[in-house]
């Protein structure tokens, strides 16, 4: 049975990985962590952390007796723009401090990376695993960083890194907070609340997404993979759909034909959109270690509005 700690567990992911690991490993071998303390909705082992305190990390990871290290901790990108500085202590800090603690203890390392480790010089559709990264945000260049170190971290070290390149992640349990693909959330809350949605994102703007729990079941598959098979140690593209803000409006319409989408782009998220691929090819980790996600577009949609339908009710 694993040992696992969380770092980030109040985030986006952090808040739903948590009750995952839980049912799979038991409540009692999860530890979670964040920066800001626990509202107590939480049940099971919590502990505050800064990731950027390696003495504190170091000291939580050992006594709770950690044997998989999952470090969610991280600023978004359009939350890095924002702040490059904060983004590269916060990202790289908590970063290195989490591999040297899992190289120190001997653990199983995760940590997601993004698309937004591509950028404006890598091939925009059908993006393939290994191919140009040139990323022209903090964002980027951190988790580029982050793919490069977790390769190091195993080649020179050994130690069991796993990594995926994440798409904008949908879900109706948690909201993501500073990202750019945020707007793919966002949006089906609108359309409950008020009917009608103003996009921050320009039509025509393609970009993959994925429903959270098959980013869910990304992780833990990742997790348990056969590390033989793996010969990719820095991060698997991996993706669920890839649309623009005229299909999504049109999937909800399916169900709510009054909801009604206008624009008004924010020229700052744009620009990170246009940095980004339109779709990513997954062929990769399907083959390494049988990737595979179930929600399309509509899929989703469905699931969507209903489950915030019953949280509004
Ligand atoms: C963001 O938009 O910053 C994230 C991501 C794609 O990594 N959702």
Known sequence: MKKIIVTGALGQIGSELIIKLRTMYGTENVLATDIKQTDSVMEGPFEVLDVTDVKKMHALTKSFGAD????????????AEENPLLAWNLNMGGLMNALEVSRE???????????GAFGPS???KGTPQDT???PTTMYGVNKVAGELLCDYYHKKF???????????????????GGGTTDYAVEIY??????????????????????YMPDALQAITDLLEANPEKLIHRNAFNVKGMSFEPSEIAASIQKHIPSFEMSYDVNSELQSIADSWPDSIDISVACEEWGFKSIYDLDSMT????????????
């Open 302 to 313: 469905i699931d969507m509005l209903e489950n915030l339908k019953l949280k509004m009710d």
């Open 122 to 124: 890598t091939p925009k």
């Open 105 to 115: 203890l001997e653990m199983q390392f995760f940590t997601p990376s993004s698309i």
């Open 68 to 79: 998989t290290m999952m470090h969610m901790a991280a600023l978004l990108s359009a939350k």
């Open 189 to 210: 809350y609108k359309a409950l609340e008020t009917g009608r949605y103003t996009s921050p994102i320009a039509k025509g703007t393609y970009m993959d997404m994925m």
């Open 132 to 134: 140009l990264q040139r």
């Open 158 to 176: 050994g130690l069991d890194t796993r990594s995926v390149r994440f798409p904008g992640l949908i879900s109706h349990v948690s909201k993501p």
